[in-house]
């Protein structure tokens, strides 16, 4: 059974603060991906990292894929209110567009102004 | 372009009665999944269609949950009978390619 373990499990910090968050595994992805969630909503898709060691940067958040494809983080500078959220990585081990997603359980993030 | 339709938002029954939730899925997407989301976790699939061919339901309860895609569109899920520990919020997805387009949910309480 594939495990996603993300860390920390919550996170409160101030406006303007960095931060970054982690997702791990055992097992090697052929994909991953990182997901937004607001109450009462889906999750938002914020990118997918194919390639081991890959950099993506979307505005002031930087996903990091570890060179293993085993392991991914997720960077956000000088944090906003509007961050706020539960960020979930999920992994593909099927590979290509037809395998289906494994969600870690989220990083729970409040930022306060 | 539309998003993914979910209904009901939100549905409270008494346990051992049965409910349906609805999905439309993005227009031409031919994959179709339904996560449940248990708060406090990370959302779990259920059942994966490809078209209106199941491609994996091993994690689907299937002595109380039953799922379908007719003509490969549309989806329902239906939870019969329900039990308290099925309090979750219900995802529909589709997808083309490797993002994932999620619907809002259906909210479903178990008393």
């Known amino acids: 059974t594939q495990l996603l373990e993300q860390s920390p499990q919550f996170l409160s910090i101030q406006e303007g603060e960095n931060l970054t968050v982690y997702c791990n595994s055992s097992?090697?992805?052929?994909?991953l991906q990182w997901y937004r969630q607001e109450p009462g909503e889906g999750p938002v898709l914020l990118v997918t990292v194919v390639t081991g060691g890959e950099v993506k940067k979307l505005k002031r958040l930087t996903f990091q894929f570890g060179d293993a494809r085993k392991d991914s983080s997720l960077h956000i500078t000088a944090a906003q209110p509007g961050d706020t959220g539960l960020y979930l990585c999920a992994g593909a081990w099927d590979g290509g567009s037809q395998g289906n997603l494994i969600f870690g359980k989220g990083t729970k993030l409040s930022v306060k102004p | 372009e539309a998003g993914v339709a979910q209904s009901p938002r939100y549905k409270i029954i008494e346990k051992r009665q049965s409910v349906a939730f609805w999905c439309n899925p993005i227009s031409g997407h031919a994959t179709l999944y339904w996560y449940q989301q248990i708060l406090g976790q990370g959302p779990k699939l259920l059942i994966q269609f490809q078209n209106n061919g199941v491609v994996d339901d091993s994690q689907l309860p299937k002595d109380r949950f039953s799922a379908e895609r007719l003509k490969g569109v549309d989806s329902t899920l239906k939870i019969q009978p329900a039990k308290l520990e099925d309090s979750a919020v219900y995802l529909c997805?589709?997808?083309?390619?490797?993002?994932?387009?999620f619907g809002s949910g259906t909210r479903l309480t178990v008393v």
């Open positions: 997805a589709s997808s083309e390619g490797y993002g994932y387009t």
């Open positions: 097992s090697v992805f052929s994909s």
